[in-house]
């Protein structure tokens, strides 16, 4: 195959993820595009797209980014054995739906059995702790994670300060509250909050990200916290999420 070097915004179309995120993987180094044009745009060549492959199933089987990252550079890690097992838990869904299809279709045809079965993910669940336990022991055996585990005992000796850091970002953020929610400066606030949880929690993808912004205005313990850093902080927070999550900008 011709090694055709596709832009940002290609990769983007092509795989629905963010351009913020695309960015933000080349900025931790979990996917650096192979290549820079003249004008200092990224360029991805089709092995990059194949290690974006690798990363999205290694999310969707619920490893975090670090870990991603530490498993992916591993000279250790098996390409092709995850793509097989990447092709068991696909098999596995495309039955599961099958069944529901024809769940569906029996009840428009007025079946009146109660079956429940075809909602059961226990299947596909089980698969992917399969391979997620099998690729932590295969990485457990490495220097990559020895090192991650000296950086996770690290960072539980810094949560003081991890929530310090914390309220520091939302204290900007609350400086902030004559301006519109949408504006630049509010909006780089917003996408440092998204990478403080990335790096200190969890993969905190766009969509995690929007559930947050709910969460901030309609559970009391999260609404409180925030509006005692800044009077209606909360709302304003939830407001200039929805608009980083939906606009298509590069701040």
């Not at 769940?103 to 992917?128: C, H, P, R, W, Y």
């Not at 009391?220 to 999420?241: H, V």
Request: charged share 35%; proline share 2%.
């Amino acid at each position: 195959m011709k090694n055709q070097l596709k832009t940002v915004n290609e990769i983007s179309k092509l795989t629905g993820i963010t351009v913020r995120a695309l960015h933000y993987y080349d900025e931790i180094n979990l996917l650096k595009p192979s290549e820079n044009s003249k004008a200092g745009y990224r360029l991805y060549s089709n092995e990059d797209i194949e290690t974006l492959h690798q990363i999205m199933f290694l999310k969707e089987i619920g490893f975090e980014l670090k870990k991603i990252k530490d498993i992916i550079h591993n000279p250790e890690f098996d390409k092709r054995r995850a793509l097989k097992k990447h092709k068991e838990i696909l098999i596995l869904k495309k039955k599961r739906i099958e069944n529901l299809i024809k769940l569906v279709d029996s009840k428009l045809e007025g079946d009146l059995n109660l079956s429940f079965l075809e909602f059961d993910e226990s299947s596909i669940i089980a698969k992917q702790k399969e391979y997620h336990e099998e690729v932590l022991k295969r990485w457990k055996n490495t220097q990559a994670y020895k090192e991650f585990e000296e950086k996770q005992a690290k960072r539980n000796n810094e949560f003081p300060d991890i929530d310090k850091k914390a309220r520091e970002i939302f204290g900007e953020i609350a400086k902030c509250m004559e301006l519109p929610p949408s504006c630049k400066k509010v909006q780089n606030f917003i996408s440092l909050w998204q990478k403080y949880i990335t790096e200190n929690f969890y993969d905190c993808t766009n969509k995690m990200l929007q559930c947050l912004a709910l969460l901030y205005v309609e559970d009391e313990r999260f609404k409180n916290y925030i509006n005692s850093i800044g009077d209606g902080l909360a709302q304003y927070i939830s407001e200039a999420i929805s608009f980083y999550c939906e606009s298509e900008i590069i701040l």
